[in-house]
């Protein structure tokens, strides 16, 4: 079914529900910039790096099943809301220790596995929401919409955090991010609760959780599909971690090219996700995935291979668009796929990838310090090809999803 490439924004609720992405992927991506320019230029270590990343990804692992059980049987809104003053709270410690020159690599690793915990029930809570918020029908055009604001804060947000690093400092940069976060809990808050409890109150969290879990073990579907989503965060994705190792020592451009390489990644995937906002309820949903995938993997590679500036950027353009569109389509077969009453306890298990992002940094990140970040980087993108082509050949209803 054809609709129009903005329809999503029609409703009141989902666009505050868009807003509140802004400012959070604002944040996000800032602190990304920010964070990992403090992180190495403290500690001059890619794995530190990782270190610190790697913190965020633990809790989300031991809690992301839990907090899928909770988003199924609380009002998600609520949830959304009490999660995100906890991470908005730990931020603006985190700023008033860089503020006052007392901030320790330690407090960084802490506040990551401290907002990882939070995370683990916001992002299951989140997804589900917006389910309630658009239906079915509209799924992929919101899911695409969505990544668009999120695309929007790739391109703009790294470059003004590698500026604004020279204009204002560090601890400049985390109040923007701290007052983002903020924001986010003013959008939520303007968004009335949906009453959509599903699951009794006073029945066991621990029998919801594993409802959950038989629900996708006997439906080889979804498997596959949450492979397709475990394996790029696993192999392909920690080559974000190793952008200031690039930055920094492989082209030289300090972190203002940090700035410029992240935003790189974002111009191509706001184009890929503008894409897909356009296609509406697109019928080859499958094949696409496989293509985008495909191109993902071949320009990580041809971007760990480049050795200046300039080809870098262009390819990182195919990498953005690539990934983008390959786990946009992945995160809305997966929904598509899953009834209403499981869509938090499914959604935990894709959201477990967030967790796995952070601890395949500390591996990526220890590879780079022996083998050097182009090598790592290679390397990710070969096992993503590879891996594709083995599902290609093996799974080929993969490809005749709709």
């Not at 802004?22 to 990304?32: D, H, K, V, Y």
């Not at 974000?240 to 790189?264: D, Y």
Request: aromatic residues 10%; contains cysteine; proline residues 4%.
């Amino acid at each position: 079914m054809r609709i129009g490439a903005f329809a999503s924004l029609k409703s009141r609720d989902f666009r505050w529900y868009w807003l509140g992405l802004i400012a959070s992927f604002n944040g996000m991506q800032m602190q990304m910039v920010a964070r990992g320019w403090l992180v190495y230029t403290m500690t001059d270590s890619p794995f530190a790096l990782g270190l610190v990343t790697a913190g965020f990804g633990i809790p989300m692992l031991l809690f992301s099943l839990w907090g899928g059980a909770l988003a199924d049987r609380v009002q998600k809104r609520n949830l959304l809301l009490v999660t995100r003053s906890g991470m908005g709270l730990i931020s603006l410690i985190i700023t008033i220790l860089i503020t006052m020159d007392r901030i320790a690599l330690w407090h960084l690793i802490a506040s990551s596995i401290l907002s990882g915990t939070f995370m683990s029930f916001y992002m299951p809570a989140r997804q589900a929401f917006l389910m309630d918020l658009v239906g079915k029908n509209a799924l992929l055009n919101a899911i695409a919409i969505s990544s668009m604001a999120m695309n929007i804060c790739r391109i703009a947000s790294p470059a003004l955090a590698g500026v604004l690093i020279k204009w204002i400092g560090i601890p400049g940069v985390y109040w923007i991010i701290t007052i983002s976060g903020a924001a986010v809990v003013f959008t939520l808050a303007m968004i009335p609760p949906k009453d959509t409890m599903r699951v009794k109150p006073n029945a066991p969290m621990m029998g919801d959780v594993l409802e959950g879990l038989r629900y996708v073990r006997h439906n080889g579907t979804l498997i596959v599909l949450l492979l397709i989503g475990f394996v790029p965060i696993l192999t392909a994705m920690p080559y974000q971690l190793l952008m200031p190792v690039f930055a920094k020592t492989v082209f030289g451009a300090g972190e203002t090219g940090l700035g410029m390489l992240m935003s790189a990644v974002g111009v191509g995937a706001l184009a890929g996700s503008t894409l897909l906002a356009s296609l509406g309820d697109f019928r080859h949903k499958g094949m696409l995935t496989i293509v985008a995938g495909m191109i993902f993997g071949i320009f990580l590679i041809l971007f760990s291979l480049s050795g200046s500036m300039l080809p870098a950027l262009f390819y990182l353009l195919f990498v953005g668009s690539g990934s983008s569109i390959y786990m946009t389509i992945n995160n809305t077969l997966i929904m598509s796929n899953t009834p209403d009453e499981l869509i938090g306890r499914v959604m935990s298990i894709y959201m477990m990838t967030f967790g796995l992002m952070p601890l395949a940094m500390l591996p990526a990140g220890a590879l780079a310090e022996v083998f050097g970040a182009p090598f790592t980087v290679a390397g990710g993108g070969i096992l993503l090809v590879l891996f594709l082509v083995t599902v290609t050949i093996f799974q080929p209803r993969i490809r005749h999803l709709r």
